[in-house]
T-cell receptor, first 109, second 112 residues
Framework: GQSLEQPSEVTAVEGAIVQINCTYQ??????LSWYQQHDGGAPTFLSY????GLEETGRFSSFLSRSDSYGYLLLQELQMKDSASYFC??????????FGKGTKLSVIP | DAGVIQSPRHEVTEMGQEVTLRCKPI?????LFWYRQTMMRGLELLIY????????DSGMPEDRFSAKMPNASFSTLKIQPSEPRDSAVYFC??????????FGQGTRLTVV
């Protein structure tokens, strides 16, 4: 089976840095990706880690450690518009993509 | 490409009625996913197809749910008969590899 764990809620101050962790138990694990979803919207792709290490995309970075079955999304220079839900998703086998339950990030002034 | 297109955007139906949700994936993508999102259960994978073939439907909650993909450009998710607990947002997503999925805007289903 596939399962991913991430915190349900995180609150951070505008301009700060926040890290959202994700642990997974996935057979046939392929890679870990991250999605952002604003209220009322659809999830949109942020980043993908197929190999261990850090991937940087602007203010967002994502990390993967296969040996620890762990990854995180790092958001820097937080802006109010970053308030959203963030999902980690595990790719398994050739086709499957399973999502965690999401972390609701609230950015406060 | 216009992205993944879902219809209808909103659906309100009475309990016991049949509901059909539609999805047009991005041209050239070979995988298609149906997800259901609720506050309680989060984003649940219902079924996914690869090259129009259902690969895993273990997430389909009951026999009342069925999904088809008759060709590479169209898929349907059908609920018959519908029940109030089926109320949720249903997303369709497509991908070329399971590294990045593109989501439609979703169908908000309300069963009264």
């Amino acid at each position: 089976g596939q399962s991913l764990e991430q915190p349900s809620e995180v609150t951070a101050v505008e301009g700060a840095i926040v890290q959202i962790n994700c642990t997974y138990q996935t057979s046939g694990f392929y890679g870990l990706s991250w999605y952002q979803q604003h209220d009322g919207g659809a999830p949109t792709f942020l980043s993908y880690n197929g190999l261990d290490g850090l991937e940087e995309t602007g203010r967002f970075s994502s990390f993967l450690s296969r040996s620890d079955s762990y990854g995180y999304l790092l958001l820097q220079e937080l802006q109010m518009k970053d308030s959203a839900s963030y999902f980690c998703a595990a790719g398994a086998g050739s086709y499957q993509l399973t999502f965690g339950k999401g972390t609701k990030l609230s950015v406060i002034p | 490409d216009a992205g993944v297109i879902q219809s209808p955007r909103h659906e309100v139906t009475e309990m016991g009625q049949e509901v059909t949700l539609r999805c047009k994936p991005i041209s050239g993508h070979n995988s298609l996913f149906w997800y259901r999102q609720t506050m309680m259960r989060g984003l649940e994978l219902l079924i996914y197809f690869n090259n129009n073939v259902p690969i895993d439907d273990s997430g389909m909650p009951e026999d009342r749910f069925s999904a088809k993909m008759p060709n590479a450009s169209f898929s349907t998710l059908k609920i018959q008969p519908s029940e109030p607990r089926d109320s949720a947002v249903y997303f369709c997503a497509s991908s070329l590899a399971n590294t990045e999925a593109f989501f439609g805007q979703g169908t908000r289903l309300t069963v009264v």
